[in-house]
């Protein structure tokens, strides 16, 4: 299978391979098909570059005269912006046993409610040690008894589920 990371997407200038192709100008308006040349040449007059943005067939590509140096700032800044806007959640996690007592599992509680007020997501993680792990249902309950301390503010994306010695059961705060 072929690497893409390294392919070109961008083609410029002589980079271009159709023999004929269609301009869009700087101010929208349509000229062409002309010769690869000719399109060179009027770009070149300008002083700017000749982008290829498609094809409009196999031998008509479709290319815009601009400032590729320009062009590639503008994505460069474009990208930057949209990234600072990103929200990037987290996965936190609280580990639980089966026989933690009341008062543990209200200051668990509470660190879970800070998390989910943060935004982020929340494994909760009940792990059963030696022999607990025949008696199940006792490890469900006591997530259950732990997600009704937090119900008001967090949803179960993903309901409890045994993974080897861990019932992991996933939340997310509520929309609002």
Same mark, same amino acid.
Not at 52 to 75: C, P
Not at 133 to 162: H, P, R, S
């Given at each position: ?68 140096? !320009? $062009? /590639? ?5 474009? &990208? ?7 929200? =990037?959640?987290?996965? %936190? ?21 800070e ?9 909760i993680?009940? !792990? $059963? /040690? ?5 008696? &199940? ?7 259950? =008894?732990?997600?009704? %301390? ?19 059961m ?7």
């Amino acid at each position: 299978m072929a690497d893409n990371r390294n392919a070109k997407t961008e083609f410029v200038n002589r980079e271009i391979r159709a023999k004929q192709i269609l301009i869009i100008k700087e101010d929208g308006s349509k000229e062409g098909p002309l010769n690869k040349f000719e399109a060179l040449k009027m770009a070149e007059e300008l002083g700017l570059d000749l982008l290829q943005v498609g094809m409009q067939d196999n031998t008509t590509a479709i290319a815009k005269i601009l400032d590729f140096g !320009k $062009f /590639k700032y503008e994505q460069k800044r474009k &990208q930057r912006e949209n990234k600072k806007h990103q929200v =990037k959640v987290e996965n %936190k996690e609280i580990r639980l046993t089966v026989g933690i007592g009341d008062h543990d599992m209200d200051t668990k509680a509470r660190k879970a409610r800070e998390f989910l007020e943060a935004g982020d997501r929340v494994k909760i993680s009940l !792990k $059963f /040690k030696g022999r607990e792990i025949a008696y &199940q249902q006792f490890g469900l309950e006591t997530l259950n =008894k732990f997600y009704t %301390k937090i119900e008001d503010i967090a949803k179960v994306e993903k309901e409890a589920k045994l993974n080897t010695r861990f019932l992991d059961m996933y939340v997310v705060p509520k929309k609002g």
